[in-house]
């Protein structure tokens, strides 16, 4: 009895052996568009074996679904645009802190959270375009210049509405407070040509045909646009550059990361945005967009290399977030629809 039984406890381990390990698995909850995670995605699982699920929508959509789902959630990471919205998740609870050598030294420290709840992965730079046969590099200087008088209804600005606009105005209330700014954005309103457009595509757009003279735009709309009307009289001018203060420079923005609170796989998230700031991950991750890697031991795609260097402003890319209402009462004020 006692040998048969051993022989049916050995056939019974030998036919659990023979079954196939079940594939560790992440999920992301991404408010990036499918064409531009899913490479990566692949990437990863052929590198390292983790399957990735992924769920994309708005970033609004997604953080409410978080909220919602609670510690049921099965999102182990979030995948957003602008650290505006990095920032509001992780001021709601929905992210973790997390600790990584390797994050702290592919990330720079103004383009990530300080307490370690989300990192930048991509780097997007809010700056000017201008119409080449209308305006001369050496008649542009700085963001704050776009208020004086000679750029008379000859500004295009997109809606204050948009994300990347409010995070602009939040991180130039840190710079120069809210009265200097609050000024700036008024001169900016009594030179607009036109009501604010709805995308940076159409400023640009506005701008190429005469209809203004100069935008602000992020970078990858430009590369775009190019892309697809490369005969556009239309050139990248990088603004704040001669000035000496930490708080000068071209504004930048990032994509980024954070672990969820209630993540079932926390270590398998951290590993995958570890991964996504690496040399190998970096070039696909922002290429694909025309955005800048946020790690700066990686250079940028040969078109996006080719509009020029810049010197980045230092302001941490948190105060995108944490000003963000005084931002939008401050735009409200001066008439910045």
């Not at 009265?179 to 940076?200: H, I, Q, R, S, Y």
């Amino acid at each position: 009895m006692r040998t048969a039984c051993l022989h049916t406890f050995a056939a019974l381990a030998l036919s659990l052996s023979a079954l196939p390990t079940l594939a560790e698995e992440v999920t992301v909850y991404s408010a990036r568009n499918e064409q531009l995670i899913k490479p990566l995605f692949d990437a990863y699982t052929r590198e390292t074996g983790v399957q990735v699920k992924f769920i994309t929508d708005k970033e609004g959509p997604l953080m409410a679904r978080l909220k919602a789902e609670g510690r049921n959630t099965p999102a182990d990471m979030l995948l957003t645009v602008d650290a505006g919205n990095l920032w509001q998740a992780g001021d709601e609870g929905l992210l973790r802190p997390i600790t990584s050598k390797v994050l702290d030294a592919n990330v720079p420290a103004h383009l990530r959270d300080p307490g370690g709840e989300w990192y930048g992965l991509s780097v997007r730079a809010r700056t000017l375009v201008y119409n080449t046969n209308r305006v001369k590099p050496a008649d542009l200087s700085t963001y704050e210049d776009l208020a004086a008088p000679k750029w008379k209804q000859r500004l295009c600005l997109r809606t204050s509405k948009k994300v990347y606009n409010q995070s602009l105005v939040a991180m130039m209330i840190t710079e120069y407070g809210e009265g200097k700014t609050e000024d700036m954005v008024t001169g900016w309103v009594k030179n607009l040509a036109t009501a604010p457009f709805p995308d940076d595509t159409k400023a640009m757009e506005a701008v190429a045909a005469g209809q203004c003279d100069v935008t602000i735009v992020n970078t990858y709309y430009f590369g775009r646009l190019m892309d697809k009307s490369p005969n556009l009289p239309l050139a990248i001018f990088w603004p704040n550059q001669t000035l000496t203060s930490k708080a000068a420079g071209v504004h930048v923005n990032v994509s980024g990361a954070g672990v969820t609170k209630y993540a079932k796989n926390p270590a398998g998230a951290q590993k995958l945005i570890e991964w996504l700031s690496s040399d190998k991950a970096q070039n696909l991750f922002a290429d694909v967009n025309m955005e800048y890697p946020v790690n700066p031991q990686v250079k940028p795609d040969a078109k996006v290399a080719a509009w020029g260097s810049f010197r980045q402003n230092l302001i941490n890319v948190k105060d995108a977030g944490s000003l963000q209402a005084r931002a939008v009462k401050l735009m409200d004020r001066a008439g910045y629809k």
